[in-house]
């Protein structure tokens, strides 16, 4: 039985993690892997092998979090490489880099934004596999 692989993303005031051999795994192993996220209040995402969790910490502190739980995982740091990004020029997220943004909010914008910035939201949705 292959162990889940977790590539960690950090933003600004969440993270996100993909799993990336999900396919692999046993039922049992993604049932883990959905009450774990469920236990934080996140959302797991079965068409991107991804879950978001609304809260900002650190890769430490999520290998911490992983040895503390029943998971029994490798992690991976995937940093969010700085450099000049367009930011959001409207609503509530206004100023914020698009590389910031919740994917449950680029999600939603996928679906309900036409506006100019609409090339960058779907390279912005490309660039996470969304």
Request: aromatic share 12%.
């Amino acid at each position: 039985m292959s162990k889940p692989i977790l590539i960690f993303t950090a933003f600004k005031n969440s993270f996100r993690v993909v799993v990336k051999n999900l396919e692999s795994l046993s039922v049992i192993q993604i049932q883990d892997i959905e009450k774990f996220v469920s236990i934080r209040k996140g959302v797991f995402d079965f068409t991107t092998y991804s879950f978001v969790i609304q809260k900002k910490i650190e890769f430490k502190e999520f290998v911490k979090i992983i040895k503390l739980s029943t998971l029994d995982a490798s992690c991976i740091d995937n940093p969010v490489v700085s450099q000049v990004k367009p930011r959001v020029s409207f609503g509530q997220y206004k100023g914020m880099l698009y590389a910031e943004l919740p994917d449950s909010y680029l999600l939603w914008l996928k679906e309900n934004y036409s506006g100019a910035q609409k090339s960058i939201l779907q390279e912005e949705l490309k660039n996470r596999r969304l």
